[in-house]
């Protein structure tokens, strides 16, 4: 999923939507924009703003089970994955998985990832964590 698709988030609810009724696990690889070079830009968010709230926004919601159509108990299984370079992102996700794993709530734990070279300290980071 391209978070910075303005649509990228009825996406992420119909794809939740299906899993729930049909029962099967949902997998996801959240990134910021790999496309959004070659891509019509009325299709993209207007600010970067608006595309960090999308991702970060994303990213809460998987963890936390948030959405208003399916309760956190029926709430499909989601195998997550992050790639991300934005080190404000992955440390608010970072802190949140640890809130939820104290709080024995955590249910999707997400994998990491990132290109070799870009942000290698944030990955060092994660991995002591």
């Not at 690889?29 to 968010?45: E, F, M, N």
């Amino acid at each position: 999923m391209q978070a910075y698709l303005k649509e990228v988030r009825q996406k992420f609810e119909h794809q939740l939507a299906l899993a729930h009724a049909e029962g099967w696990t949902l997998a996801i690889k959240l990134v910021r924009g790999a496309y959004i070079d070659s891509d019509p830009r009325q299709i993209i968010h207007d600010t970067k703003d608006q595309m960090n709230d999308c991702y970060d926004n994303i990213v809460h919601d998987a963890l936390t089970r948030n959405m208003a159509d399916i309760s956190k108990s029926d709430f499909p299984h989601i195998d997550l994955f992050l790639a991300d370079h934005n080190s404000k992102s992955v440390a608010n996700a970072n802190v949140l998985i640890q809130e939820l794993a104290a709080r024995g709530e955590l249910k999707t734990v997400p994998e990491f990832g990132q290109l070799q070279g870009m942000c290698d300290e944030l990955g060092c980071k994660i991995l002591q964590e």
